[in-house]
Each structure stands twice: as C-alpha cells, then as structure tokens.
C-alpha cells in the first residue's frame, strides 16, 4: 500500500523534473552550445583554406604566444597568493582580517577599465612613477608587463575566493594532527593541506587561468594595440572585426574558445584519473566546527 | 612522561579561559578533564600540546620547562573529537605519516615502517583495513586509526579531547572499556577531556573537575564523586536532588526531617542548601519518614527512577528516588501511593556558593 502510493509520487514528480531537465538543457544549449557553434561556423566559412590562412599570419600567431605568456605569470603568480592568502585568512586569526578579505575582492567589484587606467595612472608617461620609469628606460604601459600587472590585478580573487571556504569548512585539526605527529610546518602543507584543497585549488586555477586569457577591457587599456608585440588574443579579434575581417576575427576567436576547452577537457582529465580523490573532499562539509571551550 | 601545570592563565580577549591551573600529572596516569563546555578543559589540553600558547604560567615536561617548546617537539600524541583523519590517505598511510616525516637520519626503514604500523594496526583490531580509504569506516574505527597513528610515534603523553563524543552509546561504552585496557597494558600517560562524568568514572585514575576555567577539584573517581568539595562538584557528577535547609529553634530540617546536629551545617547561615542524590533517598511505607506522594515511576532495567512530590514542597519540585528493581519488586509502589522518605546522605552547601 505505502509503496505503491510511493511508486504514485514518483510518477507524479517524473513530469516536473523533466520539464527542469529540458529548460536547463535548452538554455545550455542557447547560451553555450549555440554561440560556440557559431564561432566554429564563422570561422570556416570560407573554408578550411582561410582559415589555416587567418591563423597563420604572424601578427595573429603573435597574439597567441602574448596570451599564453601572459596566463604562465598571471596565474602561478595569484596561484601563490591565492593559496597563502585564504591559508592565513582561513587558519589564523588576526587584526585587519575582514579588510584583507575586502580587498581580495576589490577587483571584482573595479570595473576592468578602471583597473586598466590605474596602472595607466601609475605607470604612464605622466603618472606617478613614469618619470622614473623613463630615466631608466623601463616601459610598463604599452609593453607587457603593463599587460601581466593588469591581468594579474583583473584575477587575483579567482583562486583565493575559491580556497577561502574550502579551507575554512575543513579547519585546522588536520594541520594539528600533522604537526604533533612531527611533521615540519612545508610538510604539513604539502602532504596534507594541499591535497586536501586540490579540487578546489584547480577550479580557481581553471577560472583564473579563463579569465586571464579572455580578459579585454583591462588589457586594452594599458596595452596600446600595438600589432604584433602588445595584442592578446581578445584584442587582435576585435582589431580583425573592426576591420571587417570576419573569417580572420573568427579564425583567432576560435583558437581562444579552443584553449578553454583544453583546460576543461584537462580538469575532466585529472577528475577521471583520481576518482578515489572525489569521493575523499565530500565528508569535509559534514564536519561540525571544533567546541571551543 | 610527567607533566606539570604551574600557574597557568590563557584569555580569549576579555573572556578568561584558564585561569591559576596548578596540575601534577605523573608518569603513566590517565587523567579526565572534566566540565561542562565552556569550562576551559579544552583549552588547557591544547596549551599542553603546544596547540595553544598560555598567556602566563608555565608547563613542564619531565621537569623540564616546555612552555614555548612547538609542538612538533613536544613528542605528545593528539587525538581529535573529530578523528582528523588525512581523507587522501589509505588507514596505512594515515598511520605512517608520522613516521615517514621524520627528518631522513631517525627515519626507520620502509620495512620497519611497514611492520609498526602492521603491529599498530593489530593492536586497534584493523589490520585487514590498511588499504581502506576513512571515508569507508564507521566512526568508532575511524577513532581507532587515530589513535593508531597517534602511538605510531611512541609519544610521550596522549592527548585525547572528547575522544568518543561523536559516537553512539554502544559503541563509546566498548571504546572507553579498550582505550582503559589499552592503557593499562602500555603504560603511556593520557590525558582525555570530556563532559561526560560517566565517562570520567569508567575510564580515568583521577577526574579533574574544571568550572570557569578553574580547577573545582581533583581526586580518583570515587573521592570526586562521594566526597565533592562544592555544589558544583556534587551537581556534576550525576543528578541531585536539591531542598533548602530550613532553620528552626536551633535546629536544621529538611522538610520534617531533623539533620542537625549536622556538622556541616552552620546554623548561623539561613541559607544553606542540602544536595542528595536520588539512591540516597530510602522509601518506606507511609508513616516512617517525611509523607510524599508517588508521581511517577520509571524502570530503567536493573533499576527503577521515582518521582515523588513531598508534602510542604511546591508542587512543581519533583524529588527523583532512586531504588533496586528487587526492592521494587517487593514493595509494589504505585502511582499516587503516598509513602514515607528517609535520607541516608545529604550535603550541606551555602546557597550562594551552590549557585555557581
């Protein structure tokens, strides 16, 4: 009796969850499946021929190498301060704690641009420390390390917003076992903070590491557009739009939209070798915070 | 190894958490720290282990002082509520970690390792779990693999705070029994804190009884428990009945009962309060004592709980008795019966001290 009444419940639910199945996949493939499609069409258009042509050409090939340059700084760089940053704001106690965390957050609340223009505001040829910089013959704005100091100020939340809640969820009881066990404070962290940190530390990295290769506003701003020495990839499409070089714009939007799918296909890579390790995160959230008495 | 607490005092901003613990702690002891939460007990086995640094005071290990010694030196094992256990390791590993971390020229060999740890293993009855993940065990063998790897170092002192809280009745009962034979056989001084007082009576040598971040008082668990020093003490270590102490011609009554000459009764102070525990209290057949009716009556498998309501009390004042389920048996009280009750042990407090 109870359990066909159940059976009955069940069969009452199967509609809605199929309508949630099918708005989510319908809006997925809107908004996703659609416009990357499109990508890949407008690109070959022409045909394969153009667009081994578009990619080819040295000033695109150029823009490539800048953005994969500027992703290898940015993102090692906000990996270690992503990681020592949500290690003491998760572990440690101390004055200014909530300041640090607002700061964290800062360029996610500065518009792109704005961020673009404060290095602009430091760094150009009339800003605070342009003098300086001219006597000694260093450029920043228009070059690339204005470009990697805008990107890396354009991602620093990524992975230290990820690791924050992470670490905090799983507290310091297992830092303490380690270290009574006898274990050096660079060991405790290497065999047991980071791998208990791991997925959440590669999904930052993935988010930081997207952004960080996508990122436009901030970039145009200090990059000056010069072809072939200060263009990321984002920029040199919209130059080749502008231009009303389509295949071209699309050829390089193509190539920016595969290397988010090869970081993607590379976290679910890594997901389906350690299976082990998946299942090893969860019970972290059932855990109660220590009594403090 | 011994250890010894002289003065120490620790403050969470305005909130003192310790304050003036003086404990001898000798080799091979099992001590409890008992109290509710709240009461600093935690607090003061953390400052043991290095965890957390006294604000005054000092800490001696062996007589030696270890106040500022990081714990990674302390050589003390620490076993977690909560196990702590590395989610990412195997049972193996987890019991290993602190042999494999030790710097290269005191680390033993992997052989040696492995049959430690294999020993380690069949003294917790979990050598067929090694390749196990924790995730795959059940809470009680969970706490048994941490203290597998707390031994795994041959620590000086094991530190356990609130080691079977998050376990279900039977098996704490089975736990407390082993950690006590364990303990016996090995000899290492521990030290457990915990709020549960039965759990103290089970397992520890001495109980120390903490309130407000003081010591309240410390003995083996039949001194602490027949003989406590306050209120707080009594009221701790099991259930009590409370009746204020009435004053009349000189003479102290409990209800009709007359106590004095009590000596601890000092018949200046108006406010005294007598404390009895439930199996102090003798009911006999209506006529030999104080007159109470039966409220309720609960068995509790070998013995069996009674509510009674005494007459002159208010009537939400409960007094709880309890007596043998032989004696029950025989007697027959039923609800509503009104029986006669005798005292056979009371203690006298000030009131004002009992309402700490």
Known sequence: MAAAEARSDAGRAAPGRLLLIAAALLFLGLFLVLPLLAVFAQALAKGVGAYFIAIADPNAWASVKLTLTVA????????????AAAWAIAKFDFRGKNTLITLIDLPFAVSPVIAGL???LLFGSHGWFGGYLKVHHIRVVFAV??????TIFVTFPFIARELIPVMQAQGKDDEETALSLGATGWQTFWRVTLPNIRWGLMYGVLLCNARAMGEFGAVSVVSGHIRGLTNTMPLHVEILYNEYNYTAAFAVASLLALLALLTLVGKSFLEWRQPELRHAVAPARDRTRREKT | MSIALRGIGKQFGEFA??????LDVPTGALIALLGPSGCGKTTLLRIIAGLDAPDEGQVLFDGRDATLWPIRDRNVGFVFQHYALFRHMSVFENVAFGLKVKPRRERPSSADIRRKVQSLLELVQLDWAGDRYPAQLSGGQRQRVA??????????????????GALDSQVRHELRRWLRRLHDELHFTSIFVTHDQQEAIEVADTIVVLNRGRIEQCGDP??????PTSAFVHRFLGQVNELPVQLRDGRAYLGPIDISPAAD??????NNIALIRPHEIEIGAEGTGWPATVIAVRVIGPIVRLELSAQGLPANELLEAEISRERYEAERFGIGQTVG??????????ASGAAA
């Open chain 2, 265 to 270: 009764v000092r018949t200046g102070d108006s």
């Open chain 2, 341 to 350: 009750l005798r005292f056979r042990r009371w203690q006298v407090y000030p």
């Open chain 2, 147 to 164: 203290l597998a790897r707390a031994l795994a170092v041959d620590p000086g002192v094991l530190l356990l705070d609130e080691p079977f």
């Open chain 1, 145 to 150: 390390p204005g470009i990697v100091l805008a």
């Open chain 1, 72 to 83: 290898a700084i940015a993102v090692p760089f906000n990996l270690v301060f992503g990681v």
């Open chain 2, 222 to 227: 039949g001194e602490v428990y027949d003989l």
């Open chain 2, 17 to 22: 958490a310790v304050k003036d613990i003086d």
């Open chain 1, 118 to 120: 404060i290095f602009i």
